[in-house]
């Protein structure tokens, strides 16, 4: 397997088309994390994801999972839930402690991609503005949340966890909600997930992807502290399914 080594010197990818079938998706190893990569790397439709003691890797899959906020399915039981719930959901307010989550949630499972430097270099992100997260507590306690990188009028999902039922969905609904309100039209979740795909998301190509985020990711994007818009959650319970 030959693959691209990126001088850290130097920020510049290799064209996507050139990423490995197998493992797929695979673009190029090097660079780093700095917040010049990292913007770089999502303007072109590039992620990192790698374990601890790898080189820091970068993907761009094909076929891409994505989410069109318009068709995100609400079932009823979660309408039902988002009804009855009495959880407590935040804007940036809890990044840290959200990427933390959703790294300790990996380590139980398979092993965390989400290393403490990538953990740093995603905080650096936030306090640019430009990374954002989702949490959702019952009194003080944690128990859901996701984060993510917005560029334009795209979302790029990058991770969630849930320590009680639900909890991960109820911040995707109330995270689509404002992304409709903002007008974004894309929400990137990069890989297939069989959890994502039952509320909506689908594959499309990674030429239709790139093709999509290029014009998207031109918009004048919404950075800085995201807040909750209490105007959007009053009737949160009367979200209805337009699945695609």
């Known amino acids: ?16 088309e050139s990423a490995l079938s197998e493992p797929n998706g695979l673009l190029a190893a090097g660079g780093d994390l700095s917040i010049a990569w990292l913007l770089c790397a999502y303007r072109q439709g590039i992620f990192p994801w790698y374990e601890l003691g790898q080189p820091i890797l970068w ?4 076929p891409r999972l994505v989410l069109f906020p318009e068709c995100l399915r609400v079932s009823k ?8 719930h009495r959880y407590i959901i935040t804007f940036d307010n809890h990044f840290s402690e959200v990427m933390s989550q959703c790294a300790a949630a990996r380590e139980d499972s398979s092993g965390s991609w989400i290393t403490e430097d990538m953990q740093a270099a995603y905080i650096e992100l936030h ?15 944690l ?6 990188v917005a560029l334009g009028k795209v979302f790029f999902g990058e991770s969630m966890f849930s320590k009680e039922p639900n909890t991960s969905k109820l911040a995707l609904v109330y995270l689509v909600r404002h992304l409709q309100h903002w007008n974004f039209e894309l929400i990137d979740c990069q890989i297939s997930s069989e959890h994502l795909i039952s509320l909506g998301a689908t594959q499309i190509s990674r030429n239709e992807f790139l093709k999509k985020i290029q014009h998207l990711v031109a918009f004048k994007g919404r950075t800085g502290f995201w807040k909750l818009d209490r105007k959007l959650i009053v009737a949160m319970d009367k979200v209805k399914s337009n699945a695609c």
Do not use: C, Q, T
């Not at 039981?77 to 009855?84: A, M, N, Q, V």
């Open 1 to 16: 397997m030959s693959l691209p080594w990126l001088d850290s010197n130097s920020v510049a990818f290799p064209p996507v």
């Open 77 to 84: 039981s979660l309408r039902k839930f988002l009804k009855k």
């Open 127 to 141: 306090k640019a503005g430009v990374a954002h997260s989702i949490a959702v507590h019952s009194g003080s306690e």
């Open 59 to 62: 993907w761009s899959p094909d």
């Open 143 to 148: 128990v859901g949340g996701l984060y993510g």
